[in-house]
Nanobody, 119 residues
Framework: QVQLVESGGGLVQAGGSLRLSCAASGRTFSSYVMGWFRQGPGKEREFVATISWSGGSTYYADSVKGRFTISRDNAKNTLYLQMSSLKPEDTAVYYC????????????WGQGTQVTVYS
């Protein structure tokens, strides 16, 4: 099992940047595929980005491609999401999540961190 705690959210002007972090504890962080998801006001939760256990493979939602970068530091048991060129529509609660490589669903979730982008 793994416990996840997000941080780094806040209030930012459109066009600005933020970096989210997700600290993991418990079983070996490097054995998990990690992902970022978000849920905007009145919207369903949606996929943002994912990264393989080694960090060698990443995948992004079209809405954030070219603006967001997912990365991980397995030595520090930490996942990151660097967000740039932020837009008001990026406003959401951002969640990190973990799954084992052989499972399609994400079994472990953090509590979320709020990101608010104002114009």
């Amino acid at each position: 099992q793994v416990q996840l705690v997000e941080s780094g959210g806040g209030l930012v002007q459109a066009g600005g940047s933020l970096r989210l972090s997700c600290a993991a504890s418990g079983r070996t962080f490097s054995s998990y595929v990690m992902g970022w998801f978000r849920q905007g006001p009145g919207k369903e939760r949606e996929f943002v980005a994912t990264i393989s256990w080694s960090g060698g493979s990443t995948y992004y939602a079209d809405s954030v491609k070219g603006r967001f970068t997912i990365s991980r530091d397995n030595a520090k048991n930490t996942l990151y999401l660097q967000m740039s060129s932020l837009k008001p529509e990026d406003t959401a609660v951002y969640y990190c999540a973990a799954r084992t490589p052989l499972e399609p669903q994400y079994d472990y979730w953090g509590q979320g961190t709020q990101v608010t982008v104002y114009s």
